[in-house]
C-alpha cells in the first residue's frame, strides 16, 4: 500500500526560499495537499504547491511561516494517510551602512560596525584585504553584543586596503565591505642621472617615485644644443611605442637605442595630492662595432679565387676578425686564406676583404666578419656555396626481368648546384663503353627509371652521370646484371620428318637459333594430329629433355597409314616458345587388319561358282588397297583336302572354274597392299551342282549258270553326286545291240 516517506524537520532562514518534499512510496494514491493550521495550502502568494507534492515557501517569514505543516494523501475515497513536519525560521544578521571618511599619514581613524537585526547570538569579526587583523598592524577592534569598532590611532600606508565587517548566527554570515584610503603626495625614490647608452641595446633611465594614489610618472624629451650637451631645447612628451615604454615603477625603458634617442631627459610625477615633482638628466648614446654592408650569400666555383667583403662602422678604434664557421681565421698558419682591412676616416667605417685562394669544397661554410670596440662587437654572416660539378649518384637495381630493369638512385652531394638532368649509360658486358646504349636527359625530379628493350639471359654493365650548371659528374660505380630469362623467341629449325614404321615417325630437327633462345634451352614439346578426316585438330603434346643442337625423338603409337601434323616448340624456365611451322608425313603402309566384307559364294554349274564381296572399311586398310585374293580348297569326303589355289583380283568378284564336280569347298577372301596381304574372312563352305557320274569302277562278270551272269563293281571314283541307281546293259557277242 502507499506510505509518505519519512520527513526530518525543518531549518529555513528568513528572506530566503525553502522547499519541502512530501514523497509518496507505492501506487494507488490520488492526490497530494498540504495544510497549516487545518487550512489547505496555498493561501498566499508566497505559496506554492507542485504536483509530485512539493511545497515552496518563497521570501520565509519568522511570524507568518514557522510553525507545523501536514501533508495529507489520499490513497482511497475516504482514506487518507498523512505526515507531520516542523518548519523553525532563523532571521540572519543586518548589518548597518557604513563607510570610512577619507584621511591621510598621520590621523585618527573610527569606524562601528552595528547589527541592527538578526536572532541572537550574533558573532562580529574584522578582515583586512581578506586577512585576519594582527595585533601588530597599529589596529584596535572593540566588539560588544550586536556592535563592534575598528579604531586606529595613527594612519600610514599599510593601513590601505580593503576592511570587510563579518556578523554571523545560526541562521546565516553576513558582511559589509569598505575601502580605506590613505593619500600621500609624490616623492622620489630614485632619482634620474646622466647615463650612456649602447646603440642597438636596451636602457633603462631610472625614475622611480611613491605617493598615494600611486603617482603618475611622465617622461619628457629635449635635444641640447649639442647633442645632449648645452642647454635643453623645448620639452616633448616621449612617444610610448613597442620600442619604448614605461616601467612599473616609473623608469623609462629604451629596448633598441637608436643614434636619435640621446638628449635630456625630464621625469615628472604627480598623483593630485601636493604639488608635482621632475628631475632632468642627459642619455649620451655610444656606437657599438657593428657590420654596415656585406652579402647574405655569395657563390663561387670550386679551384677559383673569391674575395668576401665587409664593411663595419662605430666608436673608434675598430678590430675586424673573420672567422670560417667557429673557427678564427689566421693567414699565417693557412695561406690560402688571405685579409686586407682599410679604414675610412671621412666615413668612419672600416672595409675589411677576405681573399680565398682557390675555394674548396669545404669552404660551402658560413663566413663571418666581426667588427669589435669597446662598446660592443657586430657580426656579419656571409654563407658561402663553393660550386661544382655533382657526384656521381648512388645507382641500385631495384628489379630486373627478362627485357627490362628498373633502376633506383640517391643523389648525394649536388655540387650546391641544382641538378639539371641525369643519363643512365649500359652495355652488353663483353662490350665496349664506345658501343653503349643511352637514355639522356632524365628529369632531376626523378629518381627510378625503367631501362626497356634489353636481351633477355643477358649480363650488362650499367652506369650513370648527374648534370647541374656546372658540368657533369664522374661515372657512377658500375653495376653488372643480368637479365632474367624469357620464352623463345624463336622455333626449332631444320625440322625433318622421317616415317619409321607403319606406327612410328622419327622427328628430328635443331634448337632455335641462340639469339633467340633468351635463356638455357632445358627441353622441347613435339605437338602431333592426325589431319586425316574425322580428326578433331588437336595435338597431343610429348616432351624430352634438351640433349645437345640436334634433337630426335620417335613418335609411337601412330595410327597405321595416316597423315600427321607435327611441331615442335622449346622451352626454357621461363617458358614455352613459339611452333616451328607444321610438317605433314604419312606413316608407312601396313596389311589391312579387317578381311573383306559380306563375302557371298554362289553355285552355278558343277564346276563352277561366284564368290562376291565388299571392301573392308576404309580405316582398316592401312594403306593402298592393290586387290583381293580368294583363297579356296576342296573338301572331300573322308575329310581329306584338296590343294590350296587362289585367285587374284582388283574386282569385288571373281568367277571360279574347272572345280570338281559335286564337291564341297572352303572359301577365304583377303585384301592386299603393298605391305602383303591382310586378314582372311572366316571360311564360307560351298558344294558344287551335281553332275552326271563317272562310270563305275571294278566291273567284273562271273557266269553262275548257263544264262545267268554275276556282274559286280564299285562306285564311280567320281560319282559327281549321290548315285540313285545303276543301269546294267547286256548284249550277245556280234549282235551288236545291248
Known sequence: PPRIRPMKNITAVAGRNT???????????????????????????????????????????KGMDEGAYVCSVLIQPQLFITQTVYVTVKVPPLIQPFDFPPTSIGKLMYIACVVSS?????????????????????????????????????????????????????????????????????????????????YGRSAILNCSVDGYPPPKVMWKHARGALAGIGNPQQYHPVPLTGRIQIMTNGSLLIRHVLEEDRGFYLCQASNGVGSDISKSMVLTVKIPAMITSHPNTTM???????????????EWPIII???????????????????????????????????????????????????????????????????????????????????????RWTQRFD?????????IEYKNKTETWELKHATRNISPTNNQANIVDLHPASVYSIRMFSYNAIGRSEASKELTISTEEAQPDGPPIEVILQPVTSQSIRVTWKAPRKELQNGVIRG????????????NGQYSIVEMKATGDSEVYTLDNLK????????????NRAGTGPSSSEINATTLEDVPSQPPQNVRAISVTSDEAVINWAEPPRMTLHGVLKGYRVVFWAVFPDGEWGEMQNSTTTKEQVELKGLEKFTNYSIQVLAFTQAGDGVR??????????????????????????????????????????????????????????
Request: glycine share 8%.
Open 321 to 407: 676578425r673573420w672567422e670560417r664557421g667557429d673557427t678564427v681565421i689566421d693567414p699565417d698558419r693557412n695561406p690560402r686564406y688571405s685579409i686586407t682591412t682599410s679604414p675610412n676616416e671621412k666615413t668612419d667605417e672600416v672595409l675589411s676583404t677576405l681573399k680565398l685562394k682557390p675555394a674548396e669544397r669545404e669552404d660551402s661554410v658560413f663566413f663571418s666578419c666581426h667588427a669589435i670596440n669597446s662598446y660592443g662587437e657586430g657580426r656579419g654572416l656571409i654563407q658561402l656555396t663553393v660550386q661544382e660539378p655533382p657526384d656521381p649518384p648512388e645507382l641500385e637495381v631495384r628489379e630486373v626481368k627478362d627485357r627490362s630493369m628498373n633502376l
Open 300 to 314: 663561387a666555383k670550386k679551384g677559383h679565387v673569391k674575395e668576401l667583403n665587409c664593411t663595419a662602422r662605430g
Open 118 to 198: 538578526g536572532d541572537m547570538p550574533i558573532r562580529i569579526t574584522w578582515r583586512k584585504d581578506g586577512q585576519e587583523i594582527v595585533p601588530s598592524s597599529g589596529i584596535t577592534i572593540d566588539t560588544k553584543e550586536f556592535m563592534s569598532s575598528l579604531q586606529i590611532s595613527k594612519v600610514s600606508l599599510k593601513h590601505n586596503g580593503n576592511y570587510t565587517c563579518i556578523a554571523s548566527n545560526d541562521a546565516a554570515t553576513v558582511s559589509t565591505e569598505r575601502q580605506l584610503t590613505v593619500t600621500v603626495p609624490p616623492r622620489f625614490v630614485v632619482q634620474p642621472n646622466n647615463q650612456d647608452g649602447i
Open 560 to 571: 597405321k597409314f595416316a597423315q600427321y601434323g607435327v611441331v615442335v616448340q622449346a622451352f
Open 681 to 738: 574372312s572366316n571360311v564360307l563352305y560351298i558344294q558344287t551342282r551335281e553332275d552326271y557320274p563317272g562310270p563305275p569302277a571294278g566291273i567284273k562278270a562271273v557266269p553262275s549258270s548257263a544264262s545267268s551272269v554275276v556282274v559286280s563293281w564299285l562306285p564311280p571314283h567320281k560319282p559327281n553326286g549321290i548315285i540313285r541307281k545303276y543301269t546294267i546293259y547286256c548284249s550277245s557277242p556280234g549282235s551288236g545291240q545291248p
Open 415 to 423: 655540387g650546391n648546384s641544382v641538378i639539371t638532368s641525369y643519363d
Open 524 to 535: 622441347y614439346q613435339i605437338g602431333y594430329r592426325e589431319n586425316g578426316p574425322g580428326s
Open 19 to 61: 522547499f519541502i518534499n512530501c514523497r509518496v512510496i507505492g501506487y494507488p494514491y490520488y492526490s497530494i495537499n498540504w495544510y497549516k493550521e487545518g487550512i489547505l495550502l496555498p493561501d498566499n502568494h508566497r505559496q506554492v504547491v507542485f504536483e509530485n507534492g512539493t511545497l515552496k515557501l518563497s521570501d520565509v517569514q
